[in-house]
C-alpha cells in the first residue's frame, strides 16, 4: 500500500507542523499572519525540489505532472480565533496523553501540511503519473472563501478533487450557509450601554458581556435568576455600571448545540429582567425569535430533509455600544430548500423589530454523485487503508468542496470517534489517527495521480 510511505516523514512533518501552527493566521485580523502559512508551505514545497507558486494576495498551488486530468486538494491555512479556555498553548504543538494539540491540527493546518508531504513522498518515490496532481492553499476559507472564488478565477477547476476539511468517510452533501446581520439604525437601549459577543461568524461564541445602568432590586433579581439557570454568570460592579460576563462552551457554527452560546444565554438573562424598551431592539429580537434554541423554531425555521437533516441556527456575535447595534446570524440550511425562503422568512420576523437585514455572505448547498469515479477512488483508498467500507454523509460544515462545480467533495481527516474541538478550546487530534489520515491522503493522491493504477 503507498499510503505507508508517509510514515517515514513522521518526524520532519511533525517538525513542520509545530512551525506553522505558530502562525495566528485568522483572515481579516492577522492577515500578515495568513501570509506567513502560505509562504512556509510554498517554501517547504521549493525545498523538497517541488515548485510552489503563489497565485493570489490569499492563495498557492503546488503541482505535480503536467499531463491527463487536474486532479485536486484543497486546504486552507486560516483558522478561527483562539478564544478563551485552553489548557496548552494554541498557536502550538503540543503533544499530550497521545494527543496533538493546537489551533488547527483539525481545521485545516495539519491536513494541509500532510498534502505537501504527500506530494514529497510521490516525488520521493520517482512515480511515474498519468495525471497532473495539484494541492492547493488558501487563506479565507473561514470567512466566506473568497480566496477560492479568486484562485478559481485566474485558474481551472480540477477535472476531480477532494478537500480534507471535513469528517471522514465522504461527505457528498453540504447544507447551505446564510450568514445574515440584524442592525437598527438607531440604537434604542435606555438601560443596556454595552454588549459585546463573538468573533467568528462560524462559531458558538464562548464569552459575552454586558454593561447594565441597573438599580439595586434589579441587580438582586438578576443574581437569583442567574443562580437558577444553567449559564455560568459573572458579576462586576464599575464606574459604569454593572457588568455581567457570561461564559459558554465554543463550538462549530454548523453543530451549534454541540456548544453553549454566552450571547444567547446572556440576552436570555436579561430579558427577563428588563423590558423591550430598556434592552433594546436587537437584544428584543434575540429574545422572541432566537432565545437559546439552534433549530430555528421560533423564527418559523424548524425544517429539515432526508438528504443533510435539519436547518440550524446560530447567534455567532452581538455589538451594541454608542449609537451601534447589530447581532450576526449563521443559519444551516438543507439542501433541497430554497435559500430564498429562508431570507424571506427571517425577514418578516425581524420586521417585528424594524430590524435592517443584511446578507453578509452566501454559499450555495454541494450535492454530489454519489456514484461517481471520485467516490470510488477515494471509498477504496479509505477501505485500503482502514479495512472498513467508507461511510457517505451529509454535514452543515462548509468547505471548499462548494467551490468545485460539483466535481469534489469533503474527505477527512476526522475520525468520528475522535472529539477533534473544531473550533473550540483545545482544538486536538489523536496521533495515531492524524497520521491513519496522512496514509489515506496519500493513497488517495496517489491512485489519483496514477489514474487507480
Known sequence: MFGNKIL?????????????????????????????????ILKRANDFGLTGEKTTDKSGHITLGDSGKLCGVLTHLDVVPAGSNWSVPPYALTEKDGRLYGRGIADDKGAALVTLYCLRAIKDSDVKGVNTIRTIYGTGEETGMEDMENYFNKNPLPDMAFTPDSDYGICFAEKGILQLEVSTLLNNATTLSQFHAGRAVNAVPDRAYVMLDSSDYDEQTLMRLADASDGDFEFNYTIDGLMIISRGKAAHACEPDKGYNAAAALVDLISNVYTTRETGSICSFIDYA??????????????????????????????????????????????????????????????????????????????????????????????????????LYSTGGGTYARMLGGHGVAFGPAFKNDDVRMHNADESMDKENFFKHAQICLEAMYRMFTDGE
Request: charged share 30%; with cysteine.
Open 8 to 40: 517515514d516523514y513522521k518526524d520532519e512533518l511533525l517538525k513542520d507542523l509545530d512551525t506553522l501552527l505558530s502562525f495566528e493566521s485568522v483572515d481579516g485580523e492577522k492577515n500578515d499572519e495568513c501570509d506567513k502559512a502560505l509562504d512556509f
Open 290 to 391: 432566537i432565545n437559546k434554541e439552534t433549530n430555528g423554531r421560533s423564527l418559523g425555521l424548524k425544517m429539515s430533509d432526508a438528504v443533510s437533516g435539519s436547518l440550524t441556527v446560530n447567534l455567532s456575535s452581538v455589538n451594541i455600544e454608542g449609537q451601534t447595534a447589530k447581532a450576526v446570524f449563521d443559519i444551516r440550511y438543507p439542501v433541497t430548500v430554497s435559500v430564498n425562503r429562508v431570507l424571506k422568512q427571517f425577514k418578516k420576523v425581524a420586521k417585528i423589530s424594524d430590524l435592517k437585514v443584511t446578507v453578509l455572505n452566501h454559499e450555495a448547498p454541494l450535492y454530489a454523485d454519489k456514484d461517481s469515479e471520485l467516490v470510488k477512488l477515494l471509498s477504496d483508498a479509505y477501505e485500503s487503508v482502514t479495512g472498513e467500507k467508507a461511510e
